[in-house]
């Protein structure tokens, strides 16, 4: 069965301090892996995945297969980094996703 | 970029009373749609997954009998919760993967309160 682990609930970080989010993951086939963001009094929306290997917002996130994590990091915290992240892996077939429990950061001053 | 609505935005209604959630594709057309529940501070749970044309099917401990899903379009499904009680109280999201894209889009949610 394919299961998301976010190990913690909330991480507290300084502006301009660096950022890692923490994911793991078991799944037995091949993963596909995602970071949604929720900003305050606003819907989830996708930040990144891992298949595109893109930086948005300065957060990037590498899968590894031997550690099974997809950890999001950010080398500088803005104050608008401050929301809730949840880590989704893709399922095989149907396109439906299982997501962690999520992360709340908050960037402080 | 595509946006998913959803409607109402809250609702309160007395147990036992049945409640519709709308929700829609705006600007792209979607052959499924996915349902979640979110309880509070806890992930999305997959509820069920809507398919234009064909039956719902539903996660593994979801009543289908209690949860009515109908994808009356391409840009339409509608989660009904019937017979509803206090238990069922919770955040509903449902989302779209625009068709040919993985990248699913959510609604806003839909927060139920069941007296």
């Known amino acids: 069965a394919q299961r998301v682990t976010q190990p913690e609930k909330l991480l507290s970080v300084f502006k301009g301090a660096p950022v890692e989010l923490k994911c793991n993951y078991s799944?037995?086939?091949?993963?596909?892996l995602f970071w949604y963001v929720q900003y305050s009094r606003q819907r989830l929306q996708l930040l990144l995945r891992?298949?595109s290997r893109e930086s948005i917002k300065g957060f990037t996130a590498d899968l590894n297969k031997g550690e099974t994590s997809f950890h999001l990091k950010k080398p500088f915290a803005q104050e608008e980094d401050s929301a809730m992240y949840y880590c989704?892996?893709?399922?095989?077939?149907?396109?439906?996703?299982?997501f962690g429990t999520g992360t709340q950061l908050k960037v402080e001053l | 970029g595509a946006v998913v609505s959803q409607h109402p935005s809250w609702v309160i209604c007395k147990s036992g009373t049945s409640v519709k959630i709308e929700c829609r594709s705006l600007d792209f057309q979607a052959t499924t749609m996915f349902w979640y529940r979110q309880f509070p501070k806890q992930s999305l749970m997959l509820m069920a997954t809507?398919?234009?044309?064909?039956?719902?099917?539903?996660e593994q401990g979801v009543e289908k009998d209690k949860f009515l899903i109908n994808h009356a379009s391409l840009t339409l499904s509608t989660l009904t919760v019937t017979s509803a009680h206090p238990e069922d109280s919770s955040f509903y999201i449902c989302?779209?993967?625009?068709?040919?894209?993985?990248?699913?889009?959510f609604g806003p949610g839909t927060r139920l309160l069941v007296l």
């Open positions: 989704a892996l893709l399922r095989g077939g149907g396109n439906k996703l299982t």
């Open positions: 799944y037995s086939g091949s993963p596909e």
């Open positions: 809507s398919n234009e044309g064909s039956k719902a099917t539903y």
């Open positions: 891992h298949i």
């Open positions: 989302s779209a993967p625009e068709r040919g894209i993985e990248t699913q889009y």
